[in-house]
């Protein structure tokens, strides 16, 4: 996978998003949930933290298009913005059973600014 492959209209609509949020925001994540056994999402969602430390929902992203888990890592790199990485390599979603089966990526803004080949 790489950033010339990742879906123009999930790469926009994350794109608007982050940019609707003061760049310094923390905390801020993506959260998604499968549309069933397969790699396809069934919802994406922009969240961040507030005053008090509470989770807020700030955008809905349609992944209608069957945008996978790799189309939305490639999209934050291009826009900017980072997440951290597991021992071996791998972006670092975090599962949350409690809420029907979400997983969540940190995100943080990237000092480096977007991905050099990112559209």
Known sequence: MSIDTVPADLLAQIR???????????P????????GTGPTLASCELWTGD???LWARRATIDVTAGATMPDVEQAVLATGYCYALTRDGRPAWRFDAN???????DITLNDAGP???AP
Request: no cysteine.
């Open 16 to 26: 608007d998003a982050l940019s609707r949020i003061h760049p310094r925001t923390y």
């Open 115 to 117: 991905h050099p080949l």
């Open 28 to 35: 801020v994540a993506l959260r998604v949930r499968y549309a």
């Open 99 to 105: 809420h029907g089966g979400i997983y969540a990526l």
């Open 51 to 53: 005053a008090d430390l």
